[in-house]
């Protein structure tokens, strides 16, 4: 039952935010974050965790409505914050733990909902990209730059 009002809230919330943004258009970092954020949220209400009866069951809710709770916190501290992410001059202003925590755990978030959205082949992509983008630099000779280049 909590679920399914959690369900209906965030679809209302997403909708009217939506309708609020095509006659009020928002700055394009305060709307990414709101539609991954609540894009996240979403997933994890409509597809939760399907474990066995009793205790896991109630474990599995348990950190559906933890997840569920973090993605729409993300939000509010985003929608919160946006002047200062609008603001910040890149290498110069200070990266706040509060910046780091939000980064790690959104990611964390992220690739738990692809995984429950599409399935392990997506998150699997996405993981390989994503330690390529960190340790190519150390791969094999034949890997380290796959940047086009152009002969005259």
């Known amino acids: 039952m909590l679920l399914r009002v959690i369900q209906i809230g965030l679809s209302f919330t997403y909708v009217i935010y939506l309708l609020r943004h095509f006659f009020n258009p928002a700055s394009p970092l305060a709307a990414v974050t709101f ?3 609540m894009a996240v949220a979403l997933v994890f ?3 939760p965790l399907n474990w ?3 205790l896991a ?3 599995g809710r348990l950190i559906d409505l933890g997840a569920i709770a973090l993605s729409v916190s993300f939000v509010w501290i985003y929608h ?3 002047r200062r992410l609008e603001r910040r001059l890149e290498m110069i202003d200070p ?3 509060l910046d780091m925590f939000l980064h790690v755990a959104g990611l964390v978030l992220i690739f738990e909902a692809v995984r429950r959205a599409v399935g392990w082949s997506l998150l699997t992509v996405v993981l390989a990209f994503l330690a390529y983008a960190y340790f ?3 791969s094999p000779v034949g890997w380290r730059s796959l940047a086009l ?3 005259r």
Request: contains cysteine; proline residues 4%.
């Open 35 to 37: 539609h991954v954020y």
């Open 45 to 47: 209400a409509f597809n």
């Open 52 to 54: 066995c009866a009793g």
């Open 57 to 59: 069951r109630w474990l």
């Open 80 to 82: 919160n914050e946006i």
């Open 95 to 97: 990266i706040l733990p």
């Open 136 to 138: 190519g630099a150390i």
């Open 149 to 151: 280049r152009c002969r």
